[in-house]
């Protein structure tokens, strides 16, 4: 399974950006989907999950209310609509597909990521 991130670029506190992620070379509405983001320094930490389905989905505490993961299982794509951005959201994201068949909030549960995307949101 090959991931594309694209989306990510320099935006204003209080702005939004969407991420997407293309996946190839797999059943991509067989597995659920998640993104994740390193800022430098620290480590690797959850952002948001959703089924296979898209039925189901799990946000960091962190993004509740102002990011929104979503897939389209027909282009073999999942979404993160970031709204309200703040500074602290400035990390490099990555899309990631969970092989153990869930939408797990755990990165050892996602067996393929994707290059990332960098996110900047400037004070």
């Known amino acids: 399974v090959q991931l594309q991130a694209s989306g990510g670029g320099l935006v204003q506190a209080g702005g939004s950006l969407r991420l997407s992620c293309a996946a190839s070379g797999g059943t991509f509405s067989s597995y659920g989907m998640g993104w994740f983001r390193q800022a430098p320094g620290r480590e690797r930490e959850f952002v948001a999950a959703i089924s296979w389905s898209g039925g189901r989905t799990n946000y960091a505490d962190s993004v509740k209310g102002r990011f929104t993961i979503s897939r389209d299982n027909a282009k073999n794509t999942v979404y993160l609509q970031m709204n309200s951005l703040k500074p602290e959201d400035t990390a490099v994201y990555y899309c990631?597909?969970?092989?153990?068949?869930?939408?797990?909030?755990?990165?050892?549960?996602?067996?393929?990521w994707g290059q990332g995307t960098q996110v900047t949101v400037s004070s």
């Open positions: 990631a597909v969970d092989t153990y068949g869930g939408w797990s909030m755990n990165p050892t549960s996602y067996g393929y």
